[in-house]
């Protein structure tokens, strides 16, 4: 079985204000792509993506989510959908895509089932109704443990309103439920030292208790057309690929009520030939995830290796495209894919990274090298101020991992027994441990 290359599509929390300024100005079409989900911003009152997605100085996570939810949600649609059609050229390797919750209507989107508009409006249709049916009522955190660990944990704490929601990695598990019930689950797994974050988002998913929500999500999005898929689809939620027969808003409908299984597909199509992946998000939010199961080839917003192509008519809105069955993976040894997948020939590594040499004072631009390099990111992913795990999702265990990594190549001692890494949340507060323990060894070394 030949090799084939995923591209995966993140979910709820992978925004960034101004995430498309630089991609609109080299890739022209992003601005009329922009405009199309104004449009259907506008149906639905809320205002456009335009602005929080073009301009670094709108308004930021928290407050776009708070503020107008269904723009928030357009925009990280917006923006996965504007760098899965920035990204360069490459050899004819045969693609698949993966959607993560909310990332499966633009994974379908990019595969031709919908076109640009109707994923737009299923996304709106998605957050209004589910704003209405859950919103402030239900919450979700993630834990720092597998799953298997993680429904030890709700057994312990007895309450059956919980439930796994996303089984994200080896290390991370997402838990859905009522808001009191998932407050007392983060207690819970603190006293026995657990870490535990909550998720950033208006309302839970992926629960069983949800199938009402899922009812009403289908009628709302049951007429709007859709046509073959392009390229091959593989769900997470229905650990399978879907099919031309599958009636694909009733599946979108359900991820409402039903969990994630991120860990157990990577490995299912690792298996199947599957030998590296690109995240077409904002942010890269499950490069962390993915890396240790299959390396990353690129991350976040590409930086592209051509001159921007001239606008063109969207080849989502056609309905002449050539069909591939998503049934097998991959297409034959030689045959070219419907819709190639562009990246370096030289996959990133997402393992430690060995740079030629040491620098001899560590600054802010070498210790982000090699946090860059481990967790396959592009460097401008990190600024000063950039919280790594609420910002990245990158989980307490890895950062240590690379810690350790840093103080190995400062040639500085190993952590204290006592050191927690939530205090060090970014690159800036890194640096300044990195120059104490730096100023340190040399006091004792005099």
Same mark, same amino acid.
């Given at each position: /079985? ?28 992003t601005?009329g ?16 993506? $335009? ?13 776009? /989510? ?8 357009? %925009?990280?649609?917006?923006? $996965? ?42 996304? %709106? ?25 993680? @429904? ?19 290390? =991370? ?6 808001a ?10 603190g ?12 309302? %839970? ?5 949800y ?5 009403r ?8 057309? @859709? ?59 499950l ?11 690129? %991350? ?11 606008? =063109? ?11 591939q ?8 040894a ?7 997948e ?30 860059? =390099? ?22 307490? /265990? @890895? ?28 690159? $800036? ?12 060894? =040399?006091?004792?070394?005099?």
């Amino acid at each position: /079985m030949s090799q084939s290359h995923l591209i995966v599509f993140p979910g709820a929390a992978a925004y960034k204000c101004g995430a498309l300024a630089d991609l609109a100005e080299k890739h022209r079409e992003t601005y009329g792509l922009l405009s199309l989900i104004d449009d259907v911003a506008d149906e639905f009152g809320s205002g456009p993506v $335009s602005g929080p997605l073009l301009d670094p100085g709108e308004r930021d996570l928290p407050a776009l /989510m708070t503020d107008d939810p269904v723009t928030f949600h357009l %925009a990280i649609y917006a923006a $996965s959908i504007a760098v899965y059609r920035a990204r360069p050229p490459a050899a004819n390797t045969p693609t698949v895509l993966l959607g993560l919750s909310l990332g499966e209507v633009m994974a379908l989107v990019a595969a031709g089932a919908y076109d640009v508009l109707s994923g737009a409006r299923i996304v %709106a249709h998605r957050t209004r109704i589910m704003c209405e049916l859950l919103g402030g009522e239900t919450a979700a955190v993630a834990i720092d443990a597998d799953a298997h660990r993680t @429904r030890h944990l709700l057994g312990a704490v007895g309450n059956p309103a919980l439930a796994v929601a996303v089984e994200g990695a080896a290390t =991370q598990t997402v838990v859905a439920g009522p808001a009191p019930a998932v407050e007392e689950l983060r207690s819970q797994a603190g006293h026995l030292g657990l870490r535990a974050t909550p998720i950033a988002s208006p309302f %839970a998913s992926h629960h069983p208790d949800y199938t009402h929500v899922a009812d009403r999500l289908w009628r709302a999005i049951e007429s709007l057309p @859709r046509r073959p898929l392009r390229l091959p689809v593989y769900s997470p939620i229905h650990s399978g690929f879907y099919r031309d027969s599958d009636d694909l808003a009733r599946s979108l409908a359900d991820h409402v009520c039903r969990p994630v299984r991120l860990r157990t597909a990577l490995e299912t199509l690792r298996d199947a030939g599957v030998d590296s992946f690109t995240e077409c998000s904002a942010r890269p939010l499950l490069t962390p995830l993915i890396s240790p199961v299959i390396p990353a080839r690129t %991350a976040g917003l590409p930086e592209p290796t051509r001159p921007p192509a001239p606008a =063109q008519t969207d080849p989502t809105l056609s309905t002449d495209a050539p069909h591939q069955s998503p049934a097998e993976l991959p297409a034959p040894a030689g045959q070219s894919p419907a819709d190639p997948e562009p990246g370096s020939t030289n996959p990133v590594a997402a393992n430690n990274p060995a740079p030629e040499s040491p620098p001899a004072t560590a600054t802010f631009e070498s210790i982000r090298d090699i946090y860059a =390099q481990a967790l396959g990111y592009p460097e401008e992913a990190f600024e000063p101020d950039t919280d790594m795990e609420a910002d990245l999702g990158i989980t307490s /265990m @890895r950062q240590t991992e690379i810690l350790g990594t840093v103080l190995h190549r400062f040639d500085l001692p190993e952590l204290p027994d006592h050191f927690s890494i939530s205090a060090y949340p970014t690159i $800036s507060k890194i640096l300044a441990f990195v120059q104490d323990q730096t100023a340190g060894a =040399q006091a004792v070394s005099r």
